[in-house]
């Protein structure tokens, strides 16, 4: 690869490799309620997201705020709906992702995100009536079968597994619909609607602020590293490689998460929950095999 692309190889991988390591300082902050944890997450990552953009992004701000001053009123609203949609299903799926790595378990949240980027698919098959090969439909089928083989071993986990992942592939879904407007001028808008929409439920639950050091340092990093700075590499990624080749990168996050949970954490893996994970890898692997033939193809020329 030319050494120009080197650098948004290097970005896109980055970002998977750090969001496989986040169950680590989740885990630090398992004392605490998922609520509080999203509540502050939230909170400290509005402050850090509009900090960047302000201070490195003003033009492509500028330029959706002009972009939606001078689109009809009927996109505007098309625009407002998707926007709270998407936030809606963000700010579940971030509490379902926090419950399930502190009281269910890490590997359950890495499942997820294996799975996640089929159900993206077969969302985008059947809502936005996007194309899939053969081989990918075969693939999605596989997928189904290793969800039901680790349902027989804990209906529990699988089932947290698979709302977590759904939630974050109808966010991905309704992104996609959004063209025009920046990522990451997007995911700040939400997040400021999250914050909104969390206040009333912080305000009747809220008992007193935090004071232990530990958990301010565990949340800033979450909001920092774990979330706006992965943002930031993926965004970047995006500008010199296909996204293809980022969906196909995407992919070391949940190996990376089952390596944690099962080498840092001690959490046990029995032969039939190997053999399922064999099985989703091996679907995942065949989905992208048409992505994965032309990536060879390309560096042999």
Sequence with gaps: MAPSKSKYLFSGVLSAVIWGFFAIPLRNLKAYSPEQILYYRIFTSLVVIWLA?????????????????????????????????????????????????????????????????????????????????????????????????????????????????????????????????????????????????????FFYQHTSLPMEAGFWLNIVLIAIVFTVIPLFLSLFALVGIPSSTLGIIIYINPIIAFAVAIFYFNEQIDSHQLMAYLLLLFAVFLFNWNMIKDMLTFRRK
Excluded at 56 to 77: C, G, P, Q, V
Excluded at 108 to 128: E, R
Excluded at 140 to 159: D, H, K, P, Q, R
Excluded at 179 to 189: H, P, S
């Design 53 to 201: 953009i302000f201070l490195f992004r003003r033009k492509e701000l500028n330029k959706d705020i002009s972009y939606f001053k001078h689109i009809a009123t009927r996109e505007k609203k098309i625009v407002v709906s998707q926007v709270i949609g998407a936030t809606v299903l963000l700010v579940f799926n971030w509490y379902t992702f926090i419950y399930a790595i502190n009281n269910i378990s890490i590997k359950s949240g890495a499942f997820a995100y294996m799975v996640c980027p089929l159900i993206t698919a077969f969302g985008g098959f059947v809502i936005l009536k996007e194309h899939l090969y053969k081989v990918q439909i075969v693939a999605l089928i596989l997928a189904t079968a290793s969800i039901l083989m680790l349902a027989t071993g804990s209906v529990v986990e699988v089932t947290w597994s698979v709302v977590i992942a759904a939630l974050y592939a109808f966010y991905l879904i309704i992104q996609r619909k959004m063209q025009n407007l920046d990522k990451l001028n997007v995911l700040a808008v939400q997040i400021t609607i999250a914050v909104l929409l969390m206040l009333p439920f």
